[in-house]
């Protein structure tokens, strides 16, 4: 379980679906961690059920139903018999929210060909995967103990810690946490002590780096 | 033996006393029972419609109908009452569809990107307790919206309707950006109190 979750206001906005495509990617990565997020997403949901029950309903086409009715293909009988199984225990325990990365990712976290940002830092580009102007996405790697130079964000940063933990000015973070930074933040996140920290970032403008690092700016991305 | 009932099903514009949509979708998944998805479309598909016009779909307003409504034949079987009520399952639908629908549209290329539906998945939970308590946090749900405040409401329709941004239903309303997320933060602030207290 962890402490730290999108403000009711951005889950909102995930149910409805009014987020960007890079903010649902932050939200349903929490997702996976988070029991008291699904279950309040699932409220949200039944929200936006019974709005559609409450909405003024338009008239449709008088020759829609039936030429719907044609383009259906029947229900294959194995396909019913499929469903009618039963999952088996441990298809229960994994249901529940999947990695939406994991189908995109040629192997493990551990595994994956990271890029070298400095000797202490790398990252996974997932830009391209997410693929929305404007945003970078990113997995970063920040080994045991190690120190992301002070930084500022221009728009936002989201990041949700798939493991390891970072600390920086305003707490302390562990697996499953999702924070969001804006411009008014200044911060310099560290690694937790006894692993290295993996996380997801999003970033709707790049970031800039401050003091004596700025000199980095043009150079490296924290995305 | 079961197309009858079906039949009697059509004119149930009654809110009372709703169809089992659930014991619907089944009969479609099992036997192809046309007057049980027709059952469904009727009640549905103008809905989805009025949201796609809502969402400023316009012109493609029936091709999202088209879609879910295709997504709903197709995975009849899959639905559970476990996952969500009916209105529920195919809000979550439609929401899914209209996004893939805008994100295909904005293509330019033949592409690997992240589905939808790995961004939006239903999230579920395994027990069979979920189904009873889905369905009375349906009904829990229409209470709960029923005592909020007007003004809460129609901001709150707005964002899931209309898909607007806060700053558009400021705009729209006449209203400081500051006073929209006001009444949207206390909206949500009621309901999670209203849900956990049910919760316990």
Same mark, same amino acid.
């Given at each position: 379980?962890?402490?730290?979750?999108?403000?009711?206001?951005?889950?909102?906005?995930?149910?409805?679906?009014?987020?960007?495509?890079?903010?649902?990617?932050?939200?349903?990565?929490?997702?996976?961690?988070?029991?008291?997020?699904?279950?309040?997403?699932?409220?949200?949901?039944?929200?936006?059920?019974?709005?559609?029950?409450?909405?003024?309903?338009?008239?449709?086409?008088?020759?829609?139903?039936?030429?719907?009715?044609?383009?259906?293909?029947?229900?294959?009988?194995?396909? /019913?018999?499929?469903? #009618?199984?039963?999952?088996?225990?441990?298809?229960?325990?994994?249901?529940?929210?999947?990695?939406?990365?994991?189908?995109?990712?040629?192997?493990?976290?551990?595994?994956?060909?990271?890029?070298?940002?400095? #000797?202490?830092?790398?990252?996974?580009?997932?830009?391209?995967? /997410?693929?929305?102007?404007?945003?970078?996405?990113?997995?970063?790697?920040?080994?045991?103990?190690?120190?992301?130079?002070?930084?500022?964000?221009?728009?936002?940063?989201?990041?949700? /810690?798939?493991?390891?933990?970072?600390?920086?000015?305003?707490?302390?973070?562990?697996?499953?946490?999702?924070?969001?930074?804006?411009?008014?933040? #200044?911060?310099?996140?560290?690694?937790?002590?006894?692993?290295?920290?993996?996380?997801?970032?999003?970033?709707?403008?790049?970031?800039?780096?401050?003091?004596?690092?700025?000199?980095?700016?043009?150079?490296?991305?924290?995305? | 033996?079961?197309? =009858?009932?079906?039949?009697?099903?059509?004119?149930?514009?009654?809110?009372?006393?709703?169809?089992?949509?659930?014991?619907?979708?089944?009969?479609?998944?099992?036997?192809?029972? =046309?007057?049980?998805?027709?059952?469904?479309?009727?009640?549905?598909?103008?809905?989805?419609?009025?949201?796609?016009?809502?969402?400023?779909?316009?012109?493609?307003?029936?091709?999202?109908?088209?879609?879910?409504?295709?997504?709903?034949?197709?995975?009849?079987?899959?639905?559970?009452?476990?996952?969500?009520?009916?209105?529920?399952?195919?809000? %979550?639908?439609?929401?899914?569809?209209?996004?893939?629908?805008?994100?295909?549209?904005?293509? %330019?290329?033949?592409?690997?990107?992240?589905?939808?539906?790995?961004?939006?998945?239903?999230?579920?939970?395994?027990? %069979?307790?979920?189904?009873?308590?889905?369905?009375?946090?349906?009904?829990?749900?229409? %209470?709960?919206?029923?005592? @909020?405040?007007?003004?809460?409401?129609?901001? @709150?329709?707005?964002?899931?309707?209309?898909?607007?941004?806060?700053?558009?239903?400021?705009?729209?309303?006449?209203?400081?950006?500051?006073?929209?997320?006001?009444?949207?933060? @206390?909206?949500?602030?009621?309901?999670?109190?209203?849900?956990?207290?049910?919760?316990?």
């Amino acid at each position: 379980m962890s402490g730290y979750h999108p403000d009711d206001m951005t889950l909102m906005n995930y149910a409805a679906g009014s987020c960007t495509i890079p903010e649902s990617l932050a939200v349903a990565m929490h997702l996976c961690f988070c029991h008291d997020c699904r279950q309040h997403v699932k409220n949200l949901n039944h929200l936006g059920g019974a709005l559609l029950e409450t909405i003024k309903p338009a008239s449709t086409d008088d020759d829609a139903f039936e030429s719907l009715m044609a383009s259906l293909e029947p229900h294959a009988q194995s396909e /019913i018999a499929q469903v #009618k199984m039963e999952p088996t225990p441990s298809e229960k325990i994994t249901q529940h929210f999947t990695n939406p990365l994991l189908r995109y990712l040629p192997t493990s976290l551990a595994d994956l060909p990271w890029q070298r940002q400095t #000797k202490e830092i790398s990252k996974y580009d997932l830009t391209s995967l /997410i693929n929305v102007k404007g945003f970078q996405v990113a997995l970063q790697k920040i080994n045991a103990g190690a120190k992301v130079p002070k930084h500022t964000h221009k728009g936002f940063e989201y990041t949700v /810690i798939l493991s390891g933990g970072f600390s920086d000015e305003l707490g302390v973070y562990h697996e499953g946490d999702f924070i969001a930074r804006d411009a008014s933040h #200044k911060h310099s996140p560290t690694a937790l002590q006894n692993e290295d920290c993996i996380c997801l970032t999003v970033l709707n403008a790049p970031l800039k780096f401050t003091g004596w690092y700025r000199v980095l700016n043009p150079f490296m991305a924290w995305s | 033996m079961t197309t =009858k009932k079906a039949v009697s099903m059509n004119d149930s514009t009654a809110t009372n006393d709703a169809p089992d949509w659930g014991a619907l979708l089944a009969r479609v998944a099992e036997n192809d029972d =046309k007057a049980a998805f027709r059952a469904i479309y009727q009640h549905f598909a103008p809905r989805i419609k009025a949201y796609a016009i809502n969402q400023g779909f316009s012109q493609h307003a029936e091709v999202l109908v088209q879609e879910v409504m295709t997504s709903v034949w197709r995975n009849a079987g899959k639905y559970s009452e476990s996952l969500a009520s009916v209105s529920t399952w195919i809000f %979550t639908i439609t929401r899914n569809q209209r996004i893939d629908i805008l994100r295909k549209l904005n293509r %330019t290329r033949a592409e690997v990107v992240i589905e939808t539906e790995e961004l939006w998945q239903i999230p579920t939970e395994d027990t %069979t307790i979920c189904s009873i308590q889905n369905l009375s946090t349906e009904k829990f749900v229409k %209470t709960a919206i029923d005592k @909020l405040p007007e003004e809460q409401m129609i901001a @709150l329709r707005k964002v899931y309707y209309e898909g607007k941004t806060h700053e558009e239903v400021a705009e729209e309303l006449n209203i400081p950006l500051g006073t929209v997320k006001g009444r949207l933060r @206390l909206s949500l602030q009621k309901l999670r109190v209203m849900f956990e207290d049910k919760e316990i």
